[in-house]
């Protein structure tokens, strides 16, 4: 397939943010797509070469990148650094400049989008002191048989600068529309997606063997599964009116959330987000599958810090000493875990999804034999208020959060937050404690004692219809010297010389990242704001809403992706909820 037909599509794309619009484009790419390309097609639109969860990482820094358009064009690198400066977008600075290419070249060669795709995959692949080099010619041979539009976006591809502004969803709905003529078949795509985590399969599946197909699609040991997740109540009484009047507590811990694959010796470990993370726990592989009675499993738990000689949960914090490159092994001895596992989805190659969540525990404790670094997550069957508060009461004695209460009857709901999961924090029983996900979009240079680090932080919330970030507050409390150090260690290589288009806010900031990046924030109110973009117009026209003395908790959420921080629709619900407390109590 011609790469000039996806550097058009992409070209009218990014000319719009309306769902709708985007859709129809992305049926008109589908339908003009060879079914053996379209995997790829699907994988270069979100800006990958792969699903995340293979953990292949383009990486070509601006510098490289920049060297290989003169090789290619002969345009002096100078005119490429200005032009740069001046738009900020390399892509674009690399299409305007071509545009006015010196050197002509002959036999120039098509270029398509499968040679497109196997030079970055190159590209991706290469390492070691040679690899520069190599990069730089894979670069400039293609950038010297691309048109300038073509060039721009393989540039933006190459540096993760392509921001179409497509979310999942909208691809499903394309999918949907362009293969099978019906939007409605949207729901068995969306299963298929979220028992394999890889939309390119998913795709490359509907269009070879159309929804029967994808009505076959399986579970595939080492795919992971996009995990189910929880509404929160806040009271024991909001708890029973939901769930009725029997169903499992269990203790809400604060660590990482581990999907494990585990066949024999090989293991596999994802994150809440689905990324790789074997590398953080060489003690969870080594130790897991003596404690495994099947031939092939996959697992969910929680990784916890413990206190080894009281066997105390500790919180979040001390876990993420082990997020670094270096030096894994002493910070696995410093930091000593424990693995709660909560469930099973998959066992002796069946898929444990649709059984319900007492088979699924019975199946659990019947694979899984527990010892020291190994438990099941602690759970009690609980009837009426009372157990519920005093299971909260062992659980928050323990160290946790508070409590995760599951119906007993229910079914894996892989990707979907829905009401057969509920989570009751300690902190959700203060009206107005509750804590809040949010995405790092600006920063302030901070002053005194914080010179030299980010003293206050902007922050957003995430649009789910407009796949955008809208500010909510500003946050400037809640920081230690170390966390400080940390934000900024973290957040300096996320600096953009541009806002990034999907950041909606009018406020002035000294610099904005790109939206990478989850942190935990409580406030002690949600007021409507003049200044502040979030839920624009959804309680009153030309207001947003904000947060009232927000402080960071001190977590930085970095399993979280930023389409997981808090919607604009949470904190509608939360202020409703604010407003029918104050009105309850004014009529006490
Ligand atoms: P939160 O911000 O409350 O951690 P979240 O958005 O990360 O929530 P939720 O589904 O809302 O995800 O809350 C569930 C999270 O709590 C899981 O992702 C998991 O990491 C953690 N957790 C702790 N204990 C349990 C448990 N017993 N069952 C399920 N998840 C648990």
Redesign the pocket.
Known sequence: MEFSILAESFNKMESTRKRLELTQFLVELFEKTPHDVISKIVYLIQGKLRPDFEGIELGVAEKLALRSIPKSSGIPIKKIEDEYRKSGDLGHASSIILEQKTQTTFLVEDITVERVYETLFKIAKLGGSRSQDMKMKYISSLLNDATPLEASFILKILLGTLRLGIAENTVMDALAVAFTGEKENRKKIQYAYNVSSDLGKVAETIATKGIEGIEKFEIILFNPIR??????VKSEAEAIEKMGNEFAA????????VQLHIEGDKVALFS?SLERIESYYPDIIEKIPKNIQADNIIL?A?AVAINENTGEFLPFQELMHRRRKYKIEKAVTEYPISV?F??VLYCNGKNCMESSYKERRNTLEKHVKEDEFAKY?P?SIVRNENEIEDFMENSINAG??G??L?MLDKPYQAGS?GSH?L?L?REYRNELGD?L?LVVIGGYFGKGRRTGNYGTLLLATYDEDEDTFPSICKVGTGFTDESLDQLYQILNPKVSIKKNPRIISEMEADVWFEPELVI?VVASEITLSPIHKAAMNAIRKDSGLALRFPKFTGKI?V??AVE?ASTNEEVITLYKGQKKIAHDKNLM
Do not use: Q, V
């Open positions: 995990p189910m997740l929880a509404d929160r269990e203790y809400k811990l604060d660590g990482e959330r809440r969910e929680e709660n909560f469930d997550i759970m946790s959060e409590l995760m599951k937050r999961w989570k924090k804590s996900d935990e959420r399993e979280k997981d």
